[in-house]
């Protein structure tokens, strides 16, 4: 029996989730692997007098963690950016391995905390997509193939509120607060809704998928604030649902990669991922396409992501993560591409002043851009006579031409509100 000492920074809902698991769990997974978890250190800015440490010293300082000489793995579950990556760079240095759930750290400053000496002794399975295994995927099962897309539900939180203001008709903010209840959001809920935690997640895939550098800053991000109920209920009589995706796909070498909110055909499985649930579909040559789901937040589901690289470490069985980091052998094949090259066809919502004529106003600024129509409906406003919503699907047209287009409708005087925009995606 090999026993494996961890000490734990953070205790939060994921460090209370693992402290459950080592508990329900810990007597089975050492017999089915051979490896013991002891949770010898706990540190945290705050105590918890009601979490069960089972026997671990507390401190206040995460510094304590990778100087003990004890703690074989520093596992860091606090959260937030410099501190997190002090603390992770802090442990390696010492010669620790360390388990992190920290996607932000990861994709803001992977290239520089997985370098050559670095890169097998860093895991960081449950920083995308709660529990379901797909760093491991990506870096193991999946390895033979060349990736052609990834397209994921990478974030409960949007997915909760989207999913619960279709089917539970709540608001926008009834659906985030009962979200962050269930402790899926974010400390900064913004994170969540205006997409910047998929664009960290999208990166980490980015990087696997395609063996690029960490490249958060150029990724493309819109977050879930301008749909509204409305969109929502457009979207479904059209046959779409509305999610919010990240997106990598490679056009000959050149990748797409994008977070936004996206109508997905409701027919296709990714459109019934519902709730909290996360899923990502990955097509690769030789695998074709697949799609795995299943929890992507909460307390449990991730600490069953940080579970699994413990074992990795604890076996001595993890994959070498040669190929991430800008120190590996040879530069990527690929590169970003531009969101102003990205041609997909689009919804558009014109909320007009309905007089005679708006409708043509608006299909000559489309025409102009040669934009076709595929789709049109027109609803008259509940309770308000003079205004109308006109929605209209168009067919596969670059990001840069319908922007302009959009800018030329804004400015017609009938036109009262910003249009609003959304992205199809049509993938299997
Ligand atoms: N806030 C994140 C989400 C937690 O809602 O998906 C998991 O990364």
């Known amino acids: 029996?090999?026993?494996?000492?961890?000490?734990?920074?953070?205790?939060?809902?994921?460090?209370?989730?693992?402290?459950?698991?080592?508990?329900?769990?810990?007597?089975l997974i050492a017999e089915r692997t051979g490896v013991t978890i002891k949770v010898v250190r706990v540190a945290s800015r705050s105590e918890k007098p009601g979490v069960d440490l089972m026997g671990a010293e507390f401190s206040k300082s995460t510094d304590d963690l990778w100087k003990d000489s004890q703690v074989d793995v520093v596992v860091e579950l606090m959260g937030g950016v410099d501190v997190a990556k002090n603390l992770i760079n802090s442990a390696l240095a010492s010669g620790k391995k360390v388990v992190t759930a920290n996607k932000a750290v990861i994709a803001l400053h992977g290239n520089e905390l997985l370098n050559k000496k670095t890169r097998n002794r860093l895991k960081f399975e449950a920083s995308v997509a709660g529990?379901?295994?797909?760093?491991?995927?990506?870096?193991?099962?999946?390895?033979?193939?060349?990736?052609?897309?990834?397209?994921?539900?990478?974030?409960?939180?949007?997915?909760y509120i989207l999913t619960a203001m279709e089917q539970q008709f709540l608001s926008f903010e009834s659906a985030l607060q009962k979200a962050?209840?269930?402790?899926?959001?974010?400390?900064?809920?913004?994170?969540?809704i205006d997409g910047i935690d998929a664009a960290h997640k999208l990166t980490i895939l980015s990087s696997l998928a395609f063996d690029m550098p960490f490249d958060f800053k150029n990724i493309f991000v819109e977050g879930i604030r301008s749909i509204g109920e409305k969109d929502i209920i457009f979207a479904d009589e059209l046959g779409y649902r509305v999610k919010h995706v990240g997106i990598l796909r490679n056009n000959e070498g050149r990748i797409e990669a994008r977070v936004h909110p996206a109508l997905i055909p409701k027919e296709q499985l990714?459109?019934?991922?519902?709730?909290?649930?996360?899923?990502?579909?990955?097509?690769?040559?030789?695998?074709?396409?697949?799609?795995?789901?299943?929890?992507?937040?909460?307390?449990?589901?991730?600490?069953?992501?940080?579970?699994?690289?413990?074992?990795?470490?604890?076996?001595?069985?993890?994959?070498?993560?040669e190929g991430?980091?800008?120190?590996?052998?040879?530069?990527?094949?690929?590169?970003?591409?531009?969101?102003?090259?990205?041609?997909?066809?689009?919804?558009?919502?014109?909320?007009?002043?309905?007089?005679?004529?708006?409708?043509?106003?608006?299909?000559?600024?489309?025409?102009?851009?040669?934009?076709?129509?595929?789709?049109?409906?027109?609803?008259?406003?509940?309770?308000?006579?003079?205004?109308?919503?006109?929605v209209?699907?168009?067919?596969?047209?670059?990001?840069?031409?319908?922007?302009?287009?959009i800018l030329t409708i804004n400015s017609l005087p009938e036109v009262s509100e910003g249009v609003v925009h959304i992205r199809l995606e049509g993938m299997s």
Do not use: W
């Open 392 to 405: 209209i699907l168009t067919n596969a047209v670059e990001e840069h031409v319908m922007q302009k287009a």
């Open 324 to 390: 991430l980091s800008k120190e590996s052998a040879k530069p990527s094949a690929f590169e970003l591409t531009t969101m102003d090259q990205v041609c997909v066809p689009h919804y558009l919502r014109i909320n007009v002043l309905d007089k005679p004529g708006i409708m043509a106003d608006v299909t000559k600024v489309l025409s102009e851009s040669e934009i076709s129509i595929e789709a049109v409906i027109q609803k008259e406003s509940e309770g308000e006579s003079d205004n109308a919503s006109i």
């Open 1 to 27: 029996m090999k026993e494996l000492k961890i000490g734990i920074a953070g205790l939060g809902v994921v460090a209370q989730g693992l402290l459950e698991i080592v508990r329900n769990n810990g007597a």
């Open 131 to 159: 529990a379901i295994p797909i760093i491991n995927l990506l870096q193991g099962s999946l390895v033979p193939n060349r990736i052609q897309q990834v397209v994921g539900i990478i974030n409960g939180t949007c997915n």
């Open 180 to 192: 962050q209840e269930l402790g899926f959001a974010e400390a900064d809920p913004s994170f969540d």
């Open 270 to 321: 990714l459109a019934n991922v519902l709730f909290e649930q996360n899923a990502v579909s990955v097509i690769g040559d030789a695998s074709g396409s697949m799609l795995f789901a299943g929890p992507g937040a909460g307390s449990l589901p991730t600490a069953s992501a940080v579970f699994s690289d413990l074992l990795d470490f604890g076996s001595d069985n993890g994959l070498d993560s």
